[in-house]
């Protein structure tokens, strides 16, 4: 039989320090200590092995109104997760299983198991969970085959195409027999969607003098989808050169987002009306009910070859501040990921 701790479990975290103004810095943030009050019955308690760290946290740490609520100051953060039970007083989640959860930017949490999902660590490495068959993953399938409804051989311009939602977009659309035009900003970036993605054109958007000059030389027939991710100055290109009737999935606008004055592009906006465009916002839980749909399509893209991904590991929870503040600098290629090392939990 089982025993269990009566003391608090102490826990590392992450807690925001203040608001950032701008780009965020690593002074924006804190490692704290935390407490977890002992299990009741029905309860198990989590080792987080990965983390997960994600443009949209940035919103987050606003104190505006938005579909989720706001970090809060002196709190830790929150986010995408993956670890292990490590101690359990619930007979459906036991000691050894693997656990997707919410709870991130700390080492432990405990939970009765609501809002949590138990996965299967045989078969693909645990943080897939957190790329290319989680979240990110899903919005890049979500936004493909829910929002543009895409047709074989559509021409599609992706932006932020080699991070972790945009490569997928790359490839499922390849995968679709569809030709692709990818923006990225390395010439590192560029060769991976060349070689490994096997993305059609490519352009580096930090060396394009002209951004709709080029795109438009890219695309000389014109766009049938837009897989927004940067907003901004891609978007008002990719305006530029949609075809009539063509479908912009505006799935996040990363360009935008450390601004502190309203953003200049798109200047042309007006051209959605002429070219009946549809443009049309996104979020990932909305289509959280066809989470089996997504997992059998790229579950058979994966092993058929025709979707590859790359990750971009930080080592150690004291590192999250650094990983995240790192996706504006373009320093991820693919899923952005912390890999936590907790210290050995002694089983009670
Ligand atoms: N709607 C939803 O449900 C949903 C879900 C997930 C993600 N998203 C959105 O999807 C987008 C991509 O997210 P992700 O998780 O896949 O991140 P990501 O693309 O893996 O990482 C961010 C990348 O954005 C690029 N970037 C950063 N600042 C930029 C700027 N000022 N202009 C152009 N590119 C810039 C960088 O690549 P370069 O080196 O190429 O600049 C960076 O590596 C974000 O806008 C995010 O908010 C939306």
């Not at 100051?73 to 997707?100: A, E, H, N, Q």
């Not at 092993?303 to 999250?320: D, H, K």
């Not at 995240?324 to 373009?330: E, N, P, T």
Request: charged share 25%.
């Amino acid at each position: 039989m089982a025993t269990h701790t009566a003391t608090r479990i102490e826990t590392r975290q992450i807690e925001l320090k203040s608001r950032p103004s701008g780009v965020p810095t690593e002074d924006n943030f804190r490692l704290g200590v935390g407490f977890i009050e002992p299990l009741v019955e029905g309860e198990f308690l989590v080792q987080n092995e990965w983390m997960s760290v994600d443009p949209y946290m940035r919103g987050r740490m606003k104190d505006t109104d938005s579909y989720v609520a706001p970090f809060q100051i002196d709190k830790p953060l929150d986010g995408g997760c993956i670890g292990k039970v490590i101690d359990s007083r619930s007979s459906d989640f036991v000691y050894g299983d693997t656990i997707l959860g919410s709870l991130g930017w700390r080492d432990k949490w405990k939970s009765s198991g609501n809002g949590v999902t138990k996965i299967d660590s045989k078969l693909v490495p645990l943080q897939t969970y957190l790329g290319v068959l989680g979240m990110t993953g899903m919005t890049a399938w979500a936004g493909l085959t829910r929002i543009a409804k895409l047709k074989k051989g559509c021409t599609v311009f992706v932006s932020a195409a080699s991070g972790a939602v945009g490569s997928i977009v790359c490839q499922i659309a390849k995968a679709m027999d569809c030709r692709v035009i990818g923006s990225a900003g390395s010439k590192e970036k560029i060769e991976w969607l060349k070689r490994m993605a096997h993305v059609d054109e490519v352009l580096n958007y930090k060396d394009a003098d002209d951004l709709s000059k080029e795109l438009g030389r890219l695309a000389p027939n014109g766009i049938d989808v837009y897989f927004d991710n940067v907003g901004g100055e891609h978007l008002e290109a990719a305006l530029d050169h949609m075809k009539v009737h063509g479908v912009i999935v505006s799935c996040g606008m990363i360009s935008t987002y450390n601004e502190t004055e309203p953003s200049a592009a798109p200047r042309n906006l007006f051209k959605i009306i002429g070219k009946r465009i549809r443009l049309e916002g996104m979020l990932v839980s909305d289509h959280l009910k066809d989470r089996e749909a997504f997992l059998q399509d790229m579950s058979g893209w994966i092993a058929s070859g025709q979707i590859v991904w790359e990750e971009s590991i930080t080592q150690g929870l004291e590192n999250a501040p650094s990983a995240f503040i790192g996706l504006f600098k373009g320093k991820n290629t693919g899923k952005a990921l912390v890999r936590i090392e907790s210290e050995p939990f002694e089983r009670r």
